[in-house]
């Protein structure tokens, strides 16, 4: 479960970036990132027991949906056929707002620029001791000036306001977690003749949650795979602020899920 960012205070923890970072936990259930999240952020979570029927639902086709592997395609239209069968109101909405993301950090990210502020110092005494695509994605934030960081900034909450406008009418948003099952480390492991095919599927794997991340949203992957397939994530998402939402709705898609 990724909560809203700033739920949960991030003193103490490393910073990948100081925008973006969120201080959450891995659980079996829904139920346990429930409690979880109660202690971390110090609150208590609204609990509902509406039926799934009664969750307005939305499933966004631009960008979360384009370049699906195989396995995952199957194991999302399964997942959203058997959310409908048990009831849910499910819709499909475009959002093209998401294909701005790109434009947007054409002269650096958010990540980059924080990274390489706190690594600076680091990369000038053990720039050896850092995993190569690592550094080279933190040493990108070199080269963003202050002018077009803060003018990233700017864009972002400008961006976040149109995006928060498309689903305000929804109670929660389904996508595919990430949009390929794991690839193959020897098609992937470091080396420069490796290097296009990794950066490639780490592209696919970060997509997804990356839209939520600058949303500065929240949300639960769920798995929705079957015994026999490659694991495969349900992300449940919202907007700022619908932490109480999607944890509620999220419950009652893996009490059926877990029926599979």
Not at 44 to 64: G, Y
Not at 138 to 152: C, K, T, V, W
Not at 182 to 200: I, T
Request: charged content about 20%.
């Amino acid at each position: 479960f990724k909560c809203t960012a700033r739920l949960v205070p991030t003193t103490g923890a490393v910073p990948l970036s100081t925008t973006l970072d969120t201080a959450c936990a891995m659980t079996r259930s829904v139920r346990d990132a429930t409690v979880v999240h109660e202690v971390l952020a110090a609150r208590r979570i609204t609990r509902s027991s509406a039926p799934l029927s009664a969750w307005r639902l939305a499933v966004p086709t631009h960008t979360f949906l384009d370049g699906l592997d195989g396995t995952v395609s199957t194991a999302f239209q399964r997942t959203l056929d058997l959310l409908r069968q048990a009831g849910a109101q499910i819709e499909s909405i475009d959002l093209p707002e998401t294909g701005e993301l790109g434009p947007m950090q054409a002269q650096g990210s958010l990540a980059a620029a924080e990274s390489y502020a706190w690594h600076r110092p680091v990369l000038a005494r053990h720039a050896e001791q850092y995993d190569l695509r690592v550094r080279s994605r933190i040493e990108r934030g070199a080269a963003m000036s202050a002018a077009d960081y803060i003018h990233l900034q700017h864009a972002r909450q400008a961006w976040i306001s149109r995006m928060e406008a498309r689903v305000a009418g929804f109670d929660a948003l389904l996508s595919p977690t990430v949009a390929i099952v794991p690839p193959l480390l020897s098609d992937v492991a470091p080396g420069e003749a490796r290097d296009a095919a990794f950066f490639q599927a780490n592209a696919l794997v970060l997509r997804n949650t990356s839209v939520v991340n600058m949303l500065d949203g929240c949300a639960l992957s769920l798995p929705c795979h079957v015994q026999g397939e490659l694991p495969v994530g349900l992300m449940v998402w919202h907007a700022a602020g619908h932490d109480d939402a999607v944890l509620n709705a999220g419950q009652r898609i893996e009490e059926l899920l877990q029926k599979q």
